[in-house]
C-alpha cells in the first residue's frame, strides 16, 4: 500500500479547483505560477515513485477484488512518465503562449483536469475508473479544442465530442458486458477469471466493441476522422498534448492494458492490431503529403506514427513490444516538439500555411533548430531516437516472419522522410517570405521547452541503450506477463 | 417583485408553492443518502431544479438576485474542495484516499456510515450549483444570440 499513488490524480484536481476559486481576484499570473508548480510536484512524485516495482493503493482501504485499486507497475511508470514531462513542458510553455487568449483560468483548469483524468487512466486498477478517468480526460479535451471559440474550432471541437462520446459509449458498453460476464470489474479479477473459464463468447463482443471504441480514441485509420480537424483546431500545447499523450493513454495504453492484462491477446486481435497499424500508416503517410496546413501535416504524421506502435503490438513478440513502448515514448518526445514548434512559428508569423511560409532559420534560429531536430527525428535518421524505434519494430516484423509489414514499415519511414523534408524546404529552409519578414525568435517560456525536447530526442538516440534497459524492457515484461500482473494486484487473494 | 417579467400568474403561484417542498425533499434526499435510496447527486439535482424553476417563472434577474452566477461558480468550487478534503484527510489519518476516518454510528440512523454524509453534501453543493450555473450559462447564451441580429439592424 503506498500513499503517493492517489496523489498523482487528486493533486491536478486541486490545482484545477483552486485556480477556478483563486483567478476569481487573479486571473493572469496566479494560474499560470500554480499549474506549472502542480506539474512540477508531479514530476517529483514520478521521481519519488521511480523503479520501486509495483504499488498498490487500495481506495478507503477496501482490498481487491471489491475495492477499487490504483496500481502503478512498470508500464504504467512509462505512460506517467510520458504524460508529466510533455505536460510540465507544455505548461511551461503555455505561460506566454496563452497571452494571445483572454480566459486564461478555464485553460489552466482545463489543462490540470485532462492531466489528471489521463494519469488515472495510467494507474487505474480496474475497468470503470479506467473508463470515468479516460471521460474526464476527455471532456477536458473536447472544452479545449473548441478553445479558440472560432468557427473552425467549434467545429472541430463538436466533431470531436460526437466521436469521442462515441468511443466512449462503445467502451461503456464492453465494460458492462466483462461485468456481466464475469461480475467484476477490477481488472486483475476479470483476468483472474477468463484464466479459469475460458471460451465465454460474450468476451468476443466485449473485444469487438473495446477495439472500436479505443481506435477511436487513438484514431488508428478506420476511426481517424476527428484527428486531423482537431489537432490543427486546438491551442499549439493542447495540440502537443492531444497529438504526444492523449491518443496514446486514452487509446493505446488502454487498449494494450484491456487487451494484454484482462482480455488476453488472441491471433485474431494480433491480426487486427496489425491490419489497423499497417492501414494507418500507409493512409496516414499519404494524406501527409497534400498537406499545406503545417499542423495539420502534423496530424496525419500522427496517425501514420501510431501505426507503428500497433504493427509491434500487433506481432506480439517481445522485440515488438519493446519497439512499441519505445516508440510510444519517441513519439511522444518530437511530435510534441513538433506542435510546440508550429505554435511559436504561429505566434510569430500568424500563419500555418507551408506556401506562406520560408526562411525561417534566419528569423527564428532556435525554433527552427529545434523542429529540424524534430523531424530528423521523426524521420528516422540516425542518431536520433526515432531511428532507434522504427529499426526495433522493423526488425521485429523480420524474426517473426512478416516480410510484408516489414516492407509497410520500410515504405512508409521512406513516406515519412519525404513530407518532413518538404516540411523542412518550404518553412525553416530557403527564401524569407512576406510573412516571415517580420519574425522575431520566440520568448523564453516558449523557446525553452522546444530546446530541451530537442536535447531529449538527441539524448534518447545516443543513449538508447541505457533507455530500453532502464524503462522500456521492464515495462514490455510487465505486458507479456499476465500471470504476473494478477499475483501482483491480487496477491493470492 | 417585478410582475412584468415571466410566465403568468398561475405558474408564478404553483412555483411558490412547490419551490420549499421539492428544497426540503432535495434536502431530504440528501441527508437520508448514506441509509436509503438516493445521495449526493439525486439531491443536488433536485436543488438545482428548484433554482431553474424559478428561473423559468419569474425570470432570470429576479433569481440571480438571490443567487448570482459568481456565487454559484464559488460554491461549486467549495463543493469540490470539500470532496477533496475529506478524501485527503483520509490519506493523513488512514493511509488511504477517502479512509472513513469518522466513527460508524449506529446503523440506521442519520450520524452514521461516517465520512458518507459529508462527501453527499460536498456532491450536492457541486452538483446543484453546477448544474444551476449550467443553466445561467445556457440563459446568457440566448439572451447573445437573440441580441445579435438587433446590433446588426442597427
Same mark, same amino acid.
Given at each position: 500500500m503506498?500513499?503517493?499513488?492517489?496523489?498523482?490524480?487528486?493533486?491536478?484536481?486541486?490545482?484545477?479547483?483552486?485556480?477556478?476559486?483563486?483567478?476569481?481576484?487573479?486571473?493572469?499570473?496566479?494560474?499560470?505560477?500554480?499549474?506549472?508548480?502542480?506539474?512540477?510536484?508531479?514530476?517529483?512524485?514520478?521521481?519519488?515513485?521511480?523503479?520501486?516495482?509495483?504499488?498498490l493503493h487500495f481506495m478507503?482501504g477496501w482490498e481487491p477484488p471489491y475495492g477499487i485499486v490504483l496500481v502503478?507497475?512498470?508500464?504504467?511508470?512509462?505512460?506517467?512518465?510520458?504524460?508529466?514531462?510533455?505536460?510540465?513542458?507544455?505548461?511551461?510553455?503555455?505561460?506566454?503562449?496563452?497571452?494571445?487568449?483572454?480566459?486564461?483560468?478555464?485553460?489552466?483548469?482545463?489543462?490540470?483536469?485532462?492531466?489528471?483524468?489521463?494519469?488515472?487512466?495510467?494507474?487505474?486498477g480496474d475497468?470503470?475508473n479506467?473508463?470515468?478517468?479516460?471521460?474526464?480526460?476527455?471532456?477536458?479535451?473536447?472544452?479545449?479544442?473548441?478553445?479558440?471559440?472560432?468557427?473552425?474550432?467549434?467545429?472541430?471541437?463538436?466533431?470531436?465530442?460526437?466521436?469521442?462520446?462515441?468511443?466512449?459509449?462503445?467502451?461503456?458498453?464492453?465494460?458492462?458486458?466483462?461485468?456481466?460476464?464475469?461480475?467484476s470489474v477490477s481488472m486483475a479479477d476479470v483476468a483472474r477469471?477468463?484464466?479459469?473459464?475460458?471460451?465465454?463468447?460474450?468476451?468476443?463482443?466485449?473485444?469487438?466493441?473495446?477495439?472500436?471504441?479505443?481506435?477511436?480514441?487513438?484514431?488508428?485509420?478506420?476511426?481517424?476522422?476527428?484527428?486531423?480537424?482537431?489537432?490543427?483546431?486546438?491551442?499549439?500545447?493542447?495540440?502537443?498534448?492531444?497529438?504526444?499523450?492523449?491518443?496514446?493513454?486514452?487509446?493505446?495504453?488502454?487498449?494494450?492494458?484491456?487487451?494484454?492484462?484482462?482480455?488476453?491477446?488472441?491471433?485474431?486481435?494480433?491480426?487486427?492490431?496489425?491490419?489497423?497499424?499497417?492501414?494507418?500508416?500507409? %493512409?496516414?503517410?499519404?494524406? /501527409? =503529403?497534400?498537406?499545406?496546413?503545417?499542423?495539420? +501535416?502534423? *496530424? #496525419?504524421? !500522427?496517425?501514420?506514427?501510431?501505426?507503428?506502435?500497433?504493427?509491434?503490438?500487433?506481432?506480439?513478440?517481445?522485440?515488438?513490444?519493446?519497439?512499441?513502448?519505445?516508440?510510444?515514448?519517441?513519439?511522444?518526445?518530437?511530435?510534441?516538439?513538433?506542435?510546440?514548434?508550429?505554435?511559436?512559428?504561429?505566434?510569430?508569423?500568424?500563419?500555418?500555411?507551408?506556401?506562406?511560409?520560408?526562411?525561417?532559420?534566419?528569423?527564428?534560429?532556435?525554433?527552427?533548430?529545434?523542429?529540424?531536430?524534430?523531424?530528423?527525428?521523426?524521420?528516422? %535518421?540516425?542518431?536520433?531516437? /526515432? =531511428?532507434?524505434?522504427?529499426?526495433?519494430?522493423? +526488425?521485429? *516484423? #523480420?524474426? !517473426?516472419?512478416?516480410?510484408?509489414?516489414?516492407?509497410?514499415?520500410?515504405?512508409?519511414?521512406?513516406?515519412?522522410?519525404?513530407?518532413?523534408?518538404?516540411?523542412?524546404?518550404?518553412?525553416?529552409?530557403?527564401?524569407?517570405?512576406?510573412?516571415?519578414?517580420?519574425?522575431?525568435?520566440?520568448?523564453?517560456?516558449?523557446?525553452?521547452?522546444?530546446?530541451?525536447?530537442?536535447?531529449?530526442?538527441?539524448?534518447?538516440?545516443?543513449?538508447?541503450?541505457?533507455?530500453?534497459?532502464?524503462?522500456?524492457?521492464?515495462?514490455?515484461?510487465?505486458?507479456?506477463?499476465?500471470? /504476473?500482473y494478477i499475483m501482483s494486484v491480487l496477491g493470492g487473494v | 417583485?417585478?410582475?412584468?417579467?415571466?410566465?403568468?400568474?398561475?405558474?408564478?403561484?404553483?412555483?411558490?408553492?412547490?419551490?420549499?417542498?421539492?428544497?426540503?425533499?432535495?434536502?431530504?434526499?440528501?441527508?437520508?443518502?448514506?441509509?436509503?435510496?438516493?445521495?449526493?447527486?439525486?439531491?443536488?439535482?433536485?436543488?438545482?431544479?428548484?433554482?431553474?424553476?424559478?428561473?423559468?417563472?419569474?425570470?432570470?434577474?429576479?433569481?440571480?438576485?438571490?443567487?448570482?452566477?459568481?456565487?454559484?461558480?464559488?460554491?461549486?468550487?467549495?463543493?469540490?474542495?470539500?470532496?477533496?478534503?475529506?478524501?485527503?484527510?483520509?490519506?493523513?489519518?488512514?493511509?488511504?484516499?477517502?479512509?472513513?476516518?469518522?466513527?460508524?454510528?449506529?446503523?440506521?440512523?442519520?450520524?452514521?456510515?461516517?465520512?458518507?454524509?459529508?462527501?453527499?453534501?460536498?456532491?450536492?453543493?457541486?452538483?446543484?450549483?453546477?448544474?444551476?450555473?449550467?443553466?445561467?450559462?445556457?440563459?446568457?447564451?440566448?439572451?447573445?444570440?437573440?441580441?445579435?441580429?438587433?446590433?446588426?439592424?442597427?
Amino acid at each position: 500500500m503506498d500513499v503517493r499513488l492517489p496523489l498523482f490524480v487528486v493533486t491536478p484536481i486541486f490545482g484545477a479547483i483552486i485556480i477556478l476559486l483563486v483567478g476569481k481576484w487573479d486571473k493572469k499570473i496566479f494560474p499560470r505560477v500554480w499549474s506549472i508548480i502542480t506539474m512540477a510536484f508531479l514530476l517529483l512524485l514520478i521521481f519519488l515513485t521511480w523503479n520501486k516495482g509495483t504499488l498498490l493503493h487500495f481506495m478507503g482501504g477496501w482490498e481487491p477484488p471489491y475495492g477499487i485499486v490504483l496500481v502503478e507497475d512498470s508500464l504504467s511508470l512509462l505512460i506517467l512518465l510520458i504524460i508529466n514531462v510533455v505536460g510540465f513542458l507544455s505548461i511551461v510553455f503555455s505561460y506566454s503562449y496563452i497571452l494571445r487568449y483572454e480566459d486564461y483560468l478555464r485553460f489552466f483548469s482545463m489543462f490540470l483536469l485532462m492531466i489528471a483524468g489521463m494519469n488515472g487512466v495510467a494507474i487505474a486498477g480496474d475497468l470503470f475508473n479506467l473508463y470515468v478517468f479516460l471521460e474526464i480526460a476527455s471532456i477536458a479535451s473536447y472544452a479545449l479544442v473548441g478553445y479558440g471559440v472560432g468557427p473552425e474550432e467549434l467545429e472541430a471541437s463538436f466533431k470531436y465530442l460526437i466521436l469521442g462520446v462515441l468511443a466512449s459509449t462503445l467502451i461503456l458498453f464492453g465494460i458492462a458486458i466483462i461485468y456481466a460476464a464475469t461480475g467484476s470489474v477490477s481488472m486483475a479479477d476479470v483476468a483472474r477469471f477468463l484464466i479459469n473459464n475460458p471460451g465465454n463468447r460474450a468476451v468476443l463482443l466485449a473485444s469487438g466493441f473495446f477495439l472500436m471504441g479505443f481506435s477511436l480514441k487513438a484514431g488508428l485509420v478506420p476511426f481517424h476522422a476527428w484527428l486531423p480537424d482537431a489537432h490543427p483546431a486546438a491551442p499549439a500545447p493542447i495540440s502537443a498534448m492531444l497529438s504526444g499523450v492523449l491518443i496514446k493513454v486514452l487509446g493505446i495504453y488502454a487498449m494494450i492494458r484491456v487487451f494484454y492484462h484482462v482480455i488476453g491477446i488472441t491471433p485474431m486481435v494480433s491480426q487486427i492490431f496489425i491490419g489497423m497499424g499497417g492501414l494507418s500508416m500507409v %493512409v496516414g503517410a499519404l494524406m /501527409g =503529403f497534400g498537406q499545406d496546413d503545417m499542423k495539420r +501535416l502534423f *496530424a #496525419f504524421s !500522427s496517425i501514420s506514427q501510431m501505426g507503428y506502435v500497433m504493427i509491434g503490438i500487433g506481432l506480439g513478440t517481445p522485440l515488438g513490444i519493446f519497439g512499441a513502448l519505445f516508440h510510444l515514448l519517441n513519439h511522444a518526445g518530437y511530435k510534441s516538439l513538433l506542435f510546440l514548434s508550429s505554435g511559436a512559428i504561429e505566434r510569430e508569423t500568424r500563419t500555418r500555411k507551408l506556401s506562406e511560409l520560408g526562411g525561417l532559420r534566419e528569423k527564428m534560429p532556435v525554433t527552427s533548430a529545434a523542429s529540424v531536430v524534430g523531424s530528423l527525428s521523426i524521420s528516422g %535518421v540516425p542518431p536520433f531516437n /526515432g =531511428f532507434w524505434s522504427k529499426l526495433i519494430i522493423l +526488425l521485429a *516484423a #523480420f524474426q !517473426s516472419r512478416n516480410f510484408l509489414v516489414a516492407g509497410i514499415v520500410v515504405f512508409t519511414a521512406f513516406l515519412t522522410l519525404t513530407y518532413y523534408l518538404r516540411f523542412q524546404k518550404n518553412a525553416i529552409f530557403g527564401s524569407v517570405s512576406e510573412k516571415v519578414k517580420g519574425a522575431h525568435e520566440a520568448p523564453i517560456p516558449m523557446v525553452m521547452p522546444l530546446v530541451i525536447f530537442a536535447i531529449f530526442c538527441l539524448l534518447i538516440g545516443v543513449f538508447n541503450h541505457t533507455i530500453i534497459s532502464g524503462i522500456i524492457i521492464p515495462a514490455g515484461q510487465i505486458l507479456l506477463d499476465r500471470a /504476473g500482473y494478477i499475483m501482483s494486484v491480487l496477491g493470492g487473494v | 417583485m417585478d410582475k412584468h417579467t415571466g410566465m403568468t400568474p398561475i405558474v408564478k403561484m404553483i412555483t411558490e408553492v412547490l419551490c420549499g417542498l421539492m428544497l426540503v425533499f432535495g434536502a431530504f434526499i440528501v441527508l437520508y443518502g448514506h441509509i436509503t435510496p438516493g445521495g449526493g447527486f439525486p439531491g443536488g439535482v433536485m436543488i438545482a431544479l428548484v433554482y431553474i424553476l424559478i428561473t423559468l417563472a419569474y425570470g432570470r434577474v429576479i433569481v440571480e438576485r438571490k443567487v448570482s452566477g459568481i456565487i454559484a461558480s464559488v460554491v461549486d468550487d467549495i463543493g469540490a474542495l470539500i470532496f477533496w478534503s475529506v478524501g485527503m484527510i483520509g490519506l493523513f489519518v488512514g493511509g488511504s484516499y477517502l479512509f472513513n476516518f469518522l466513527g460508524k454510528g449506529s446503523p440506521f440512523h442519520i450520524l452514521s456510515a461516517g465520512t458518507i454524509i459529508i462527501n453527499n453534501i460536498a456532491i450536492t453543493l457541486k452538483v446543484g450549483m453546477c448544474l444551476y450555473a449550467i443553466f445561467l450559462a445556457l440563459a446568457i447564451l440566448q439572451r447573445v444570440v437573440i441580441d445579435e441580429p438587433k446590433e446588426e439592424e442597427e
